[in-house]
């Protein structure tokens, strides 16, 4: 069974740039979270949706970044425009009915800002 | 709101020798704990969990420990492997319906 996909795996862009990371939950599952990963903040919760709908947006740092989640089999996580500091490894993640369940991460979007 | 500390942030051991990883909560309403291993390059998947009405969980060589009135549970890796070389993370389901995540420990396994 396919895991969670993520797209690009990897990104490098200059600032002022549009990013846009997309990410295929597993099948089945009703909840999407986006997380962030830097060496400094560690695994930070962006934003969770649940049956599409978003929850709990407020690891979303500032305007410049917003998610969207049109169905049950996709979502993306938009930063526009970007800057230096929202260089990371941009994660997402599934699960059954919400966060207190296991949660699957997939591979990961390494993104840098230049 | 819950506040996750994990402890150590590094740690080596000998290959065959146990690693012990543990870590504390603030919510005592808080009932889930999994446990999260990120190798190299990719995403922390899932090794283990405890939920609050279990004391203790055993796969194979990885178990798990939960004292809910100390509010710390423990992650414990017997006859350690190289393959055991990555970044673990604890994590706490809170009252709050949210999961947090502890700062990792980056074990190494010497040969």
């Known amino acids: 069974d396919a895991g969670v996909i993520q797209s690009p795996r990897h990104e490098v862009t200059e600032m002022g740039q549009e990013v846009t990371l997309r990410c295929k939950p597993i099948s089945g599952h009703n909840s999407l979270f986006w997380y962030r990963q830097t060496m400094m903040r560690g695994l930070e919760l962006l934003i969770y949706f649940n049956n599409n709908v978003p929850i709990d947006d407020s690891g979303m740092p500032e305007d410049r970044f917003s998610a969207k989640m049109p169905n049950a089999s996709f979502s993306t996580l938009k930063i526009q425009p970007s800057e230096p500091r929202d260089s990371a490894v941009y994660f997402c993640?599934?699960?059954?009915?919400?966060?207190?369940?296991?949660?699957?991460f997939g591979e990961g979007s390494w993104l840098t800002v230049v | 709101g819950e506040n996750v500390e994990q402890h150590p942030s590094t740690l080596s051991v000998q290959e065959g020798d146990s690693a012990v990883i543990k870590c504390t909560y603030s919510d005592s309403a808080s009932n889930y704990f999994p446990w999260y291993k990120q190798e190299l390059g990719k995403g922390p998947q899932l090794i283990i969990d405890i939920r609050s009405n279990v004391g203790e969980k055993k796969d194979q060589r990885i178990a798990v420990t939960l004292n809910k009135t100390a509010k710390h549970f423990s992650l414990h890796i017997t006859e350690t492997q190289p393959e055991d070389s990555a970044v673990y993370f604890c994590?706490?389901?809170?009252?709050?319906?949210?999961?947090?995540f502890g700062s990792g420990t980056r074990l190494s396994i010497r040969p």
């Open positions: 993640a599934s699960s059954l009915q919400g966060p207190g369940n296991t949660i699957y």
């Open positions: 994590a706490v389901y809170s009252s709050a319906s949210k999961i947090i």
